[in-house]
């Protein structure tokens, strides 16, 4: 049973450590932008600050995940990550979310992000690396879908039955429930997470230096050909944040019907992650990732000339529940491409770290630009050229799978699991 709790507790933390910076831009977008002011520009710029600080906070926090246990780690940084949600509910200016993207970008990665994927991989053993990864981003995506939904009715208690005609005090009242039960949320699970995660069988030596595992990992070939895999992937999750958007704008729902709908979507994410898992065991992680490079590129396409009017709501809505689950699958398997090219299991941390500096820096980089596309050309025209633009970036998805698979065939940068 403690091995189930683990996982279980890893999973909530996994999503909720997310919840604030994240969650209330994908799910509520349109509400969000009202509330605050912000155009799409603007919303996509305190990402890029919240990018800047987790790029700052990847590679040494990972080296720290290798020399502490993951129950303290993750529990602050929950906590942390909670306080800064009462701030939120304030609505602050421009200025004061500014900060709190830049506190975020520390409080969710520093102490966090390495433990949480060290944790993951040591529970997923020598031969369920796929399921475990697996696991953690299907459950990660019930969570999600879940604590939304819940979160979409406290929205919808505070508008107008015909969420159109609410009135600026009615979408600021709901949309601040939103924040302080994502808030409350983190908080509890914080909480929890120092109980359901057992303490380490072998005390940590808090003593030893963790940053030569940096300078091991920078040499390997193997890590860099990861990391780029996982900023084509990492583009196409980001996009998921525009979805709601997407459906005000160009399907015509109204902003609570796009947020019940963009919650009940990430209910493809457990299907998508734990099947590409199992496949990624039985067959082989890179290859996965390849072909649903292959497939997102085909959806992307297909969305960037599809139009409602001209194709019908039900082909696009069939490309959009392909495009979920073919994001949910990559996310799903391409940490398991760390037991797969025999990354060595105690650096693993500081790989983590190395691959996520890199591999994330869509943080920083995709918001702004997606952002200064939709507002360039708004409504369909702007979304048309964003899925074109996807469409491109799996392409190069794919040729850095092919170097991948190279490096693995020449044995050029892979070491011996220890």
């Not at 037991?339 to 920083?364: D, N």
Request: glycine share 12%; net charge neutral; aromatic share 12%.
């Amino acid at each position: 049973m403690s091995r189930y709790l683990y996982i279980a507790a890893l999973i909530i933390a996994g999503e909720m450590i997310f919840g604030l910076p994240f969650h209330t831009a994908r799910f509520f977008r349109p509400t969000m932008l009202e509330v605050f002011g912000f155009t799409n520009t603007q919303l996509g710029d305190l990402f890029a600050l919240y990018g800047v600080t987790a790029m700052l906070s990847y590679f040494p926090g990972g080296a720290i995940a290798d020399h502490f246990s993951a129950r303290g780690l993750l529990s602050a940084s929950l906590i942390t990550t909670a306080i800064g949600g009462l701030f939120m509910a304030t609505i602050p200016g421009a200025g004061g979310m500014a900060v709190l993207y830049a506190f975020w970008g520390f409080t969710t990665i520093f102490l966090f992000w390495g433990a949480l994927i060290r944790a993951t991989r040591e529970w997923g053993g020598e031969s369920e690396q796929g399921v475990a990864f697996g696991l953690l981003e299907g459950g990660r995506g019930i969570v999600a879908a879940v604590v939304a939904g819940l979160l979409v009715a406290v929205l919808a208690f505070h508008m107008p039955e015909d969420a159109t005609l609410a009135t600026d005090e009615e979408r600021r009242r709901g949309f601040q429930g939103v924040i302080l039960g994502y808030s409350l949320v983190a908080f509890l699970t914080g909480v929890l997470t120092w109980f359901l995660i057992p303490p380490p069988d072998k005390e940590p030596d808090h003593r030893g230096n963790p940053f030569p595992n940096m300078a091991a990992v920078i040499h390997l070939p193997v890590v860099w050909a990861q990391a780029a895999i996982i900023v084509c992937a990492y583009c196409t999750y980001k996009a998921v944040d525009y979805y709601s958007l997407y459906l005000v704008q160009v399907m015509g729902l109204d902003e609570v019907e796009a947020a019940r709908l963009a919650s009940w979507g990430a209910y493809i994410r457990p299907v998508g992650a734990i099947v590409a898992g199992l496949i990624a065991d039985r067959f082989n992680a890179a290859n996965a990732i390849g072909v649903t490079f292959g497939i997102l590129a085909a959806t992307y396409l297909a969305l960037s000339m599809l139009l409602p009017e001209t194709a019908g709501q039900a082909i696009i809505y069939a490309n959009l529940a392909v495009g979920l689950f073919a994001v949910f699958a990559l996310r799903g398997i391409y940490f398991a491409l760390l037991q797969e090219t025999r990354t060595p299991r105690h650096i693993t941390g500081a790989a983590v770290g190395l691959v996520s500096v890199v591999g994330y820096t869509p943080e920083i980089f995709f918001a702004p630009i997606a952002g200064r596309i939709l507002d360039a050309n708004p409504g369909a025209v702007g979304f048309q050229d964003l899925f074109a633009l996807l469409a491109g970036i799996m392409v190069v998805g794919i040729m850095f799978v092919g170097w991948l698979v190279w490096l693995k065939r020449n044995n050029s940068a892979s070491a011996p699991v220890s």
